[in-house]
């Protein structure tokens, strides 16, 4: 399968050119070279694409749920083929290693394409209460906003359950990301996706993802990114009245009770929190500990952390690649400085550059001790491989400190006593509790409380987000 051609979008069932591109480089995050220039839409690139979202609606809204399932079959068959092409590509765009790219981000595309095809193979688009029809129907064309960080991820689970909804929609994939995302609206023309049914306009926030959140003939936006491009996202939906259904921002917590098994619950805790070089909104990026027991965790932590290898993401044996960019790299290593400048204890990594790597946006796996819940460091979403280690006193304790935080996408427990983990894990704030490092779940909703969002991702949540709901009264009565 070759490579896209960077300079157009996909519109109408064609690849066709953007109305007045606008040039962007993108750049290889691990040896900071370019390897393409990705043409910016506009406005009026995202007009062309709901109309034609909105023609393509009536047919293919009334297709039946098993056409729709043979359809998510035959992309299901052609991403496989195409895996490693999705590997690679991730690995250069984003500075995924390259194991992590096949096991970890394009793994997502097959998992939750076959978690929705088991969805619909059961779910009832009518069914009868009483003398009453229940019908769930699409809810019409769709904006769908993803981020650069689990690229293939968050578009399958945003264009799967939509095409299985029977909606169109347009899609603006991260401007960091954009050559996978054209590689899946390939699979999908391949795969006979109709004309007008997807379409994908590349650009930037203010260019495009501002024109599909405030456009008229879009019925709902589902967008996933940073709370503060989300804010602007829904004031932009606003006046339409439309659907906004919002994966934000994260700063989970880790509780560590005193039974656990503290030497694996540590280590496992540091690895959960480096996913993905740290770039992962729902990672256990604050563990809170028995204030007895912080030395011995902060050790443990800092053992485990300089064990990660960071090297050439080609490389087989790297554990950890870069960060995106050299923004988030800025980013990262100014908070990694304010937590050193705030008094936090720096048991491992910090601001410098890996000593064997003089070129890549690399940040060294760091972890932070004796921690307080006022640190800009405990607030701030870091968006980096940076665990930061709090002390708590009680159990209430360790639940308000846990809960104090405007996020509440996810929350982790770990205890020997199941009852007990149980119980704490029923009082977290979070759109997804994890008790003890359970294996992942594909069909558990995914999405968060406060200012993680709102709305719910994978398995039948996901496919019931672009479903509008439908009483027929009276419909069973002779």
Same mark, same amino acid.
């Given at each position: 399968?070759?490579?896209?051609?960077?300079?157009?979008?996909?519109?109408d069932?064609?690849?066709?050119e953007?109305?007045?591109?606008?040039?962007?480089?993108?750049?290889?995050?691990?040896?900071?070279?370019?390897?393409?220039?990705?043409?910016?839409?506009?406005?009026?690139?995202?007009d062309?694409?709901?109309? /034609?979202?909105r023609?393509a609606?009536?047919?293919?809204?009334?297709?039946?749920?098993?056409a729709?399932?043979?359809?998510?079959?035959?992309i299901?068959?052609?991403?496989?083929?195409?895996?490693?092409?999705?590997?690679?590509?991730?690995?250069?765009?984003?500075?995924? #290693?390259?194991?992590?790219? =096949?096991?970890?981000?394009?793994?997502?595309?097959?998992? &939750?394409?076959?978690?929705?095809?088991?969805?619909?193979?059961?779910?009832a688009?009518?069914?009868?209460?009483?003398t009453?029809?229940?019908?769930? %129907?699409?809810?019409?064309?769709?904006?769908?906003?993803?981020?650069? *960080?689990? +690229?293939?991820?968050?578009?399958v689970?945003?264009?799967?359950?939509?095409?299985?909804?029977?909606?169109?929609?347009?899609?603006?994939?991260?401007?960091?990301?954009?050559?996978?995302?054209?590689?899946?609206?390939?699979?999908?023309?391949?795969?006979?996706?109709?004309?007008?049914?997807?379409?994908?306009? *590349?650009?930037?926030? #203010?260019?495009?993802?501002?024109?599909?959140?405030?456009?008229?003939?879009?019925?709902?936006?589902?967008?996933?990114?940073s709370?503060?491009?989300?804010?602007?996202?829904?004031?932009?939906?606003?006046?339409?009245?439309?659907?906004?259904?919002?994966?934000?921002?994260?700063?989970?917590? !880790?509780?560590?009770?005193?039974?656990?098994?503290?030497?694996?619950?540590?280590?496992?805790?540091?690895?959960a929190?480096?996913?993905?070089?740290?770039?992962?909104?729902s990672?256990? @990026?604050?563990?809170i500990?028995?204030?007895?027991?912080?030395?011995?965790?902060?050790?443990? /932590?800092?053992?485990?952390?300089?064990?990660?290898?960071?090297?050439?993401?080609?490389?087989?044996? @790297?554990?950890?690649?870069?960060v995106?960019?050299?923004?988030?790299?800025?980013?990262?290593?100014?908070l990694?400085? @304010?937590?050193?400048?705030?008094?936090?204890?720096?048991?491992?990594?910090? +601001?410098?550059? #890996?000593? &064997?790597?003089?070129?890549?946006?690399?940040?060294?796996p760091?972890?932070?001790?004796?921690?307080?819940?006022?640190?800009?460091?405990? =607030?701030e979403?870091i968006?980096?491989?940076?665990?930061?280690?709090?002390?708590?006193?009680?159990?209430?304790?360790?639940?308000?400190?846990?809960?104090?935080?405007?996020?509440?996408?996810?929350a982790?427990?770990?205890?020997?006593?199941?009852?007990?983990?149980? /119980?704490v894990?029923?009082?977290?704030?979070?759109?997804?509790?994890?008790? !003890?490092? #359970?294996?992942?779940?594909? &069909?558990?909703?995914?999405?968060?409380?406060?200012?993680?969002?709102?709305?719910?991702?994978?398995?039948?949540?996901?496919?019931?987000?672009?479903? %509008? @709901?439908?009483?027929?009264?009276?419909?069973?009565?002779?």
């Amino acid at each position: 399968m070759a490579l896209p051609d960077l300079s157009r979008f996909y519109i109408d069932g064609a690849w066709v050119e953007p109305v007045a591109a606008r040039p962007f480089p993108l750049i290889d995050p691990a040896t900071e070279t370019a390897f393409g220039t990705l043409a910016l839409g506009s406005a009026e690139d995202v007009d062309r694409a709901v109309r /034609a979202a909105r023609a393509a609606f009536p047919a293919f809204s009334e297709t039946a749920p098993a056409a729709r399932v043979a359809l998510l079959r035959r992309i299901l068959a052609l991403f496989e083929e195409r895996f490693e092409i999705f590997a690679e590509t991730i690995r250069q765009e984003m500075g995924s #290693p390259i194991g992590f790219a =096949r096991k970890g981000q394009a793994a997502r595309g097959p998992a &939750h394409l076959n978690a929705l095809i088991e969805v619909m193979e059961r779910f009832a688009f009518e069914e009868d209460r009483g003398t009453t029809r229940i019908r769930r %129907e699409p809810i019409g064309v769709c904006g769908l906003i993803t981020p650069w *960080n689990w +690229p293939i991820n968050q578009i399958v689970v945003k264009i799967a359950p939509a095409l299985a909804a029977g909606c169109t929609m347009v899609l603006k994939p991260s401007e960091y990301s954009a050559v996978s995302a054209m590689l899946f609206a390939q699979v999908l023309h391949d795969a006979g996706v109709p004309p007008g049914v997807f379409n994908l306009v *590349n650009g930037d926030g #203010p260019g495009v993802g501002a024109a599909i959140a405030a456009h008229p003939g879009i019925d709902m936006v589902s967008f996933t990114g940073s709370t503060r491009a989300g804010i602007e996202i829904a004031r932009a939906a606003a006046p339409t009245i439309k659907r906004v259904a919002q994966e934000l921002g994260g700063k989970s917590a !880790n509780i560590l009770l005193e039974d656990v098994d503290f030497d694996q619950a540590v280590r496992r805790g540091v690895a959960a929190c480096c996913t993905n070089s740290g770039q992962s909104c729902s990672i256990p @990026t604050r563990m809170i500990v028995p204030r007895a027991r912080m030395d011995e965790a902060a050790a443990i /932590a800092a053992e485990a952390a300089s064990g990660f290898r960071l090297g050439p993401t080609a490389d087989p044996e @790297t554990d950890l690649g870069p960060v995106v960019n050299r923004t988030q790299y800025e980013r990262v290593v100014g908070l990694i400085r @304010t937590g050193i400048a705030e008094g936090a204890r720096l048991v491992a990594g910090g +601001p410098e550059r #890996p000593d &064997h790597l003089d070129r890549g946006f690399y940040v060294r796996p760091t972890v932070f001790a004796d921690v307080t819940p006022d640190m800009t460091i405990a =607030r701030e979403e870091i968006f980096g491989p940076v665990l930061s280690i709090l002390a708590y006193d009680s159990e209430d304790d360790a639940v308000a400190i846990a809960n104090g935080s405007r996020y509440g996408l996810a929350a982790y427990v770990q205890g020997r006593d199941r009852d007990r983990a149980r /119980a704490v894990a029923r009082r977290l704030v979070g759109g997804q509790v994890h008790i !003890n490092y #359970p294996p992942p779940d594909v &069909h558990a909703p995914f999405g968060g409380y406060r200012q993680s969002g709102n709305g719910r991702e994978w398995g039948e949540a996901g496919l019931q987000e672009y479903l %509008e @709901t439908k009483a027929m009264i009276g419909f069973g009565l002779d």
